[in-house]
């Protein structure tokens, strides 16, 4: 089956612009993870949807963060304006039911604000 | 309140070692799973186990095992035989039931020379 597809790659911008990133899950899995992976640290939930809907977006920074998932399949992290402290790997997750399924990551972004 | 706690951050063994990672988690639920995650240089995170609080059975699969032990609250990882493809950095999750939200531990670098 094919992965977690996540774009772009790597990303370069600066502080105060905007960037966007998109993930496409394995085909049938209801649930979608956006992750924030700090250097050195481990990945940190921002947002789970479930199908389309919202199920925990507690540690979503909500004043500049943004999240979509319109049609229940692929899903839109959205930054802006981006701040020095959100260079991070953004990593996207799905898994075929909310709870203790195993999570199936991408490849994630990694972002640099400069 | 829930927590991972991978206590080493960097490991560094030779070919043919064994290696053991450690893990302590804190939660006060009684139903909880957790998990080991490896990730290669690549960046995508790869699942390689699922335990739940009731089955505290060590498992073994090929040159890796695990040790569950409830009483001392770890989930210890090891590595036999450790090769230089076991170059990575390995994560320790949570997951409590009630919320079905994954938490990480900061991860754990192992470096394998050959």
């Known amino acids: 089956e094919a992965g977690v597809a996540q774009s772009p790659r790597y990303k370069i911008i600066e502080k105060r612009q905007s960037v966007a990133f998109w993930c496409n899950p394995i085909s049938g899995h209801a649930t979608l993870y956006w992750y924030q992976q700090i250097l050195g640290q481990g990945p940190k939930l921002l947002i789970q949807f479930q199908n389309n809907g919202v199920v925990d977006d507690s540690q979503l920074p909500k004043d500049r963060f943004s999240a979509e998932r319109l049609k229940g399949v692929d899903s839109t992290l959205k930054i802006q304006p981006a701040k020095l402290e959100d260079s991070a790997v953004y990593l996207c997750?799905?898994?075929w039911g909310q709870g203790v399924a195993p999570l199936h990551f991408g490849n994630g972004t990694r972002l640099t604000v400069t | 309140a829930q927590k991972v706690t991978q206590a080493q951050t960097e490991i560094s063994v030779v070919e043919k070692e064994d290696v053991t990672l450690d893990c302590v988690y804190e939660t006060r639920d009684t139903t909880y799973y957790l998990f080991w995650y490896k990730q290669p240089p690549s960046g995508e995170l790869v699942f390689l186990i699922r335990r739940n609080s009731f089955d505290e059975q060590n498992e073994i699969s090929g040159r890796y095992s695990w040790n569950f032990q409830k009483s001392t609250s770890s989930f210890n990882f090891t590595i036999t035989a450790s090769q230089v493809v076991d170059s990575a950095v390995y994560f320790c999750?949570?997951?409590?039931?009630?919320?079905?939200?994954?938490?990480f531990g900061a991860g754990t670098r192992l470096f394998v020379k050959a």
């Open positions: 997750a799905s898994s």
């Open positions: 999750a949570l997951l409590n039931t009630g919320g079905f939200k994954t938490i």
